[in-house]
């Protein structure tokens, strides 16, 4: 029986401004700081055996600062956050202006629809599970990494491929928790904060 700790980085400029922003790399803010110093008093409720997290900045903070049993952390590039493509750095009324074809196509097709120079929502779900299968399930790991990624995962074990994706609301600073048992995926906790 392991656990499966995700957590949602902490917040930044670009989550407050309303920005799209995958592989963007900006910083946590003090907003960020604090969430995850908040998380780090709720994980150690729990143990972990490894720690892994997504390459960009804002996960890499956030597993520094959570990781209390000070264990070495796995940095993993597919575990970062959807690829966003052409509208990386802009908000919704930008692309709206800039893209607007491309935005309906992203929004009626959005399982499918790969962003110009970036990918598909059922790309980045291929490249999470590759990276959650190859983790010992029966260990407890904790996972740094993005709203996406977590929906993605939660979408997989809990519907159809990424029917549910757009049903979980995992915040800034959020945990999630799957407990496996006989491999089988039970939820014990969303978006505790």
Not at 11 to 37: H, R
Not at 73 to 91: Q, S
Not at 130 to 158: A, M, P, Q, R
Request: hydrophobic share 35%; aromatic share 14%.
């Amino acid at each position: 029986m392991g656990k499966l700790l995700m957590v949602r980085h902490g917040q930044t400029d670009m989550n407050l401004n309303k920005i799209y922003f995958g592989w963007l790399d900006p910083e946590l803010n003090q907003i960020g700081i604090k969430q995850a110093k908040n998380v780090k008093k709720i994980l150690k409720e729990f143990s972990y055996d490894h720690i892994y997290s997504s390459d960009l900045k804002r996960a890499k903070k956030t597993a520094q600062i959570i990781n209390y049993l000070q264990k070495d952390i796995v940095y993993d590039k597919r575990i970062r956050e959807l690829n966003f493509g052409v509208f990386e750095g802009m908000t919704y009324e930008e692309i709206l202006l800039k893209y607007p074809s491309q935005y309906e196509l992203s929004s009626k097709e959005w399982k499918t629809y790969d962003f110009e120079i970036g990918e598909s929502p059922m790309k980045l779900q291929r490249r999470a599970i590759n990276f959650i299968e190859s983790l010992d399930l029966k260990k407890d790991n904790l996972v740094i990494t993005h709203w996406g990624v977590i929906n993605c995962i939660l979408s997989w074990y809990f519907s159809k491929e990424l029917d549910s994706y757009w049903k979980y609301s995992v915040e800034n600073g959020g945990i999630c928790v799957i407990e496996f048992i006989d491999g089988f995926p039970i939820l014990k906790g969303l978006n505790i904060r």
